[in-house]
Nanobody, 114 residues
Framework: VQFVESGGGLVQPGGSLRLSCAAS????????MTWYRQAPGKGRNWVAF????????NYADSVKGRFTISRDNTKNMVYLQMNSLKPEDTAVYYC????????WGQGTQVTVSS
């Protein structure tokens, strides 16, 4: 099982980024997926959840209304569209299967700063 996250970068407050996660090594369409993030000096927390069929999504209160999770089961990809970014969104972002919690990928760094 492998996850490869990409799309992070440096963005000004109020800006947008779209993160991507390429998953492999399992039947992607059978599993829900979750984006997590870990800010400097803090633990890893979930950010957004999507069910296996994309019929259900859920968001942490801190990102609700600003972030959108989606997936493409034909490409084994999960995405996180992040709008209206705030400095407190600065973190390394990871994807994983919430029901299994496989080994973590390298993550992608998001820095929100002016």
């Amino acid at each position: 099982v492998q996850f490869v996250e990409s799309g992070g970068g440096l963005v000004q407050p109020g800006g947008s980024l779209r993160l991507s996660c390429a998953a492999s090594g399992f039947t992607f369409s059978a599993f829900a997926m979750t984006w997590y993030r870990q800010a400097p000096g803090k633990g890893r927390n979930w950010v957004a959840f999507i069910s296996s069929s994309a019929g259900s999504t859920n968001y942490a209160d801190s990102v609700k209304g600003r972030f959108t999770i989606s997936r493409d089961n034909t490409k084994n990809m999960v995405y996180l569209q992040m709008n209206s970014l705030k400095p407190e969104d600065t973190a390394v972002y990871y994807c994983n299967r919430p029901s299994v919690l496989d080994s973590w990928g390298q993550g992608t760094q998001v820095t929100v700063s002016s």
